[in-house]
């Protein structure tokens, strides 16, 4: 996978910061240097989730062809990435295990309506929201990385980039432009206190360190 250079990396992010309306807090890219195994572990859980979400679509809405068709092979690349990040952990020695969830995502799900098609269009809206964000992270912790990883990360803004924006077009397709647009504005005013808020435990989709910090994995 092309690792895309330094100003294709700034104008990958900036419409996706500019959509987040917050950026990482640098308190939380600190918190990641020094939870590098944590950082790689739940890495991978995300990369798991996401193409597991991606499933559950496709097996739910079945008559949403061009969602079949995205999600299909958004699900094929989160798999992927899934190995590629094994593959990293197994060189540094890190062992793949099963570690509880950040808030992140139960912050936003607790607020996807349960009627039908409003949980569609929630659902996608929030998928459009965290892979965003995750991109917006890699870009953040690249600079501050090991060339193999921040080579990787960088590797990944492209396609994590296009999930945002297939989340957000089937979003659309499923609804129309103006009721996206305010449940997005409703669940980033969600989002931005889970980022910028204190967390107890460091994950990927974390805040920022609370009083009881975790500084290993």
């Known amino acids: 996978m092309p690792t895309p250079a330094i100003d294709e990396v700034g104008q990958l992010v900036a419409p996706l910061r500019e959509f987040l309306g917050c950026d990482t807090p640098p308190e939380w890219i600190d918190w990641a240097l020094a939870n590098p195994a944590l950082l790689l572990i739940d890495h991978a859980n995300c990369e798991k989730k996401a193409a597991s979400t991606a499933l559950k679509l496709i097996f739910r809405y079945t008559d949403y062809p061009d ?34 969830a950040a808030r992140y995502a139960g912050g936003l799900h607790a607020a996807v309506r ?21 991109c917006e992270r890699f870009a ?25 924006r297939d989340y957000l077009k089937l979003a659309k ?45």
């Open 67 to 100: 969602l079949l068709h995205k999600l299909s092979r958004l699900a094929r690349e989160e798999l992927r990435h899934f190995e590629q990040v094994l593959k990293i952990m197994q060189r540094r020695g890190i062992h793949y295990r099963t570690i509880g």
């Open 114 to 134: 349960s009627s039908e098609p409003e949980r569609l269009v929630d659902t996608l809206v929030v998928g459009a929201i965290i892979e965003a964000r995750s």
């Open 173 to 217: 397709q499923a609804s129309d432009s103006a009721e996206v647009a305010r449940r997005v504005e409703v669940f980033l005013a969600l989002e931005a206190p889970l980022i910028q808020g204190k967390d107890a435990e460091f994950r990927f989709h974390s805040g920022i360190p609370g009083e009881v910090m975790a500084v290993s994995a």
């Open 140 to 164: 953040a912790l690249a600079p501050h990385l090991d060339k193999e990883l921040a080579d990787f990360y960088r590797s990944l803004l492209k396609s994590e980039s296009r999930h945002f």
